[in-house]
């Protein structure tokens, strides 16, 4: 079973960037999609980005695209999520997943694709 790890959470200022990485327990990157998804206090969980293994496409959300990337280093089997201009609303649970679905433009985001959850990181941005 692939066990996926989130690290980086934590307190910033309205502007400020934090790095989020997640790690797996296996070799996966090579055959898995890794998605970023976050959840807010009283809000459903959204899709935010993610990365193919295939071909090395990245998707973003409507509401980070500009201000975070996603990036794979497979040799060190993370997935990392770079996310600059933060912004109050960007406060959530932040957990990563993997799926073993092909994921396009279109599907990306659906999360009934995603095999694999991690727990989650905390990210908190002050206004």
């Known amino acids: 079973e692939v066990q996926l790890v989130e690290s980086g959470g934590g307190l910033v200022q309205a502007g400020g960037s934090l790095r989020l990485s997640c790690a797996a327990s296996a070799d996966v990157f090579d055959d898995y999609a890794i998605g970023w998804f976050r959840q807010a206090p009283g809000k459903k969980r959204e899709a935010v980005s993610c990365i193919s293994p295939s071909d090395g496409d990245t998707y973003y959300s409507d509401s980070v695209k500009g201000r975070f990337t996603i990036s794979s280093d497979n040799a060190k089997n993370t997935v990392t999520l770079q996310m600059n201009n933060l912004k109050p609303e960007d406060t959530a649970v932040y957990y990563c997943?993997?799926?073993?679905?092909?994921?396009?433009?279109?599907?990306?985001?659906?999360?009934?694709?995603?095999?694999?959850w991690g727990q989650g990181t905390q990210v908190t941005v002050s206004s």
């Open positions: 997943a993997a799926s073993a679905t092909v994921v396009v433009s279109t599907t990306w985001f659906r999360e009934y694709l995603y095999d694999y």
